[in-house]
Structure formats: C-alpha cells, structure tokens
C-alpha cells in the first residue's frame, strides 16, 4: 500500500503568516490528492482536491499544489479561524489513505 | 441541500457488533459511492473502505477486511456500515462521506456516530 507522509505534524505561527503542509507518498499517486480541515470537535471539510482545486466556498487564502508524490497545502495569510488539523488523502486507487494529519496553532 | 445523517452514539461490550446508519438526501444516491470513515479519540482520520449506492460493489481496507460489512437500501437512502467482533480500540467516531471518486474522495460528510466498546 502506498503510505502518505505529512509533515510537519505540528506548527505554530503568527496571525498573517504563511503556512505550508507538505504531504507525500511513496508511490506516485497523478494528482489524485485532496486536502481537509477539521476543526476542534467537528467533522471534516473539503478544502482542496486534484490537488490544486479549491473547494467551493474555501477561502482564497488556502491553495494546493503537487503532483506525483509531492504535494503541499499553504495558507496564504494564517487567520484565527484557520487553527484546525489538517489532513491530506490519496484516491488514485484504494486504500484511500489519509496523512496523519497536522495540527495548526496560533503563536 | 446535500445532507448525510448518521444514527446517533452507541455503546457496545467487546466481541458484540455494531450498525450505523447514513441517510442521504439533497442528491440522486445511486450516483455516488459513500466512504467510510473513523477517528479514535485524539487520533487522525482512518479510511474503513467504500461502497457504491448503485450497485452495492465494496472495496475495504484490508485492516478492516472480515469484521467490516457495508449495505445500502436504495429504498430509502440509506448507507450502513456494520463492524464485528467490536474491541476496545474500536472506540471511535464513525463517519460517513459522499464520494464521488473523481476528482474527490468525499465532499460531503454526516455528523459522525461515536462508538463506545466497553465491559
């Protein structure tokens, strides 16, 4: 099975800052990558897919990019709403395997 | 609107089994597969496996494969997913997600069911 690798698993950064995630997977996976949030205590929310796709409704600041193995979530401009794991997951074939996530705080 | 509503919390003895529901509705359900998905407490996201509403066809996580079982009754809408021979880390919210397959594995998600295995 193809593993997926985030990193860092834990950030702390300024209001305003730019934020990278990076994922990764041993095996290409096309572009077959999306990206979720979930805040404390609620359910997981889309934001990215094809890897570089913003999800209707996600604000501009978040963008994703990759492709083949190599893949990365920024945040444009770190707001107090943003303070959320993220979580990035392959379907290019199955297993669908989630990264094990990264936690965003506010410094 | 697209909406998913699982069947609410419960709490199961180890080696017993366990039945969650999904009920979809703001959307045609045979052209979608549903996902499902689980988080031990404090823990991340875990993919259980899928199965597509039209025709029934599942695919599992191989971790899963043997206890896990996923239905759907068309009839009404409604996704389930049933796991056997419940253990203690078994504890976990239970999620089910639309799935469209291409180009995103789940854009709409339900409200999660937690599942308390205990003695």
């Known amino acids: 099975d193809i593993q997926m690798t985030q990193s860092p698993s834990s950030l702390s950064a300024s209001i305003g800052d730019r934020v990278t995630i990076t994922c990764r997977a041993n095996?290409?996976?096309?572009?077959?990558l999306a990206w979720y949030q979930q805040k404390p205590g609620k359910v997981p929310k889309l934001l990215i897919y094809?890897?570089?796709t913003l999800q209707s409704g996600v604000p501009s600041r978040f963008s994703g990019s990759g492709s083949g193995t190599d893949f990365a979530l920024t945040i444009s401009g770190l707001q107090p709403e943003d303070v959320a794991t993220y979580y990035c997951q392959k379907h290019d074939s199955a297993p669908w395997t989630f990264g094990q996530g990264t936690r965003v705080e506010i410094k | 609107q697209v909406q998913l509503v699982q069947s609410g919390a419960e709490v199961k003895r180890p080696g017993a089994s366990v039945k969650v529901s999904c009920k979809a509705s703001g959307y045609t359900f045979t052209d979608f597969y549903i996902q499902w998905v689980r988080q031990a407490p404090g823990q991340g996201l875990e993919w259980m496996g899928w199965?597509?509403?039209?025709?029934?066809?599942?695919n599992y996580a191989q971790k899963f494969q043997g206890r896990v079982t996923m239905t759907r009754d068309t009839s009404i809408n409604t996704a389930y997913m049933e796991l056997s021979s419940l253990r203690s880390d078994d504890t976990a919210v239970y999620y089910c997600?639309?799935?469209?397959?291409?180009?995103?594995?789940?854009?709409?998600w339900g409200q999660g069911t937690l599942v308390t295995v205990s003695s």
């Open positions: 997600a639309r799935d469209p397959q291409d180009p995103t594995p789940a854009d709409y």
């Open positions: 095996q290409g996976i096309n572009n077959y």
């Open positions: 094809a890897a570089s």
């Open positions: 199965i597509y509403a039209n025709s029934g066809g599942t």
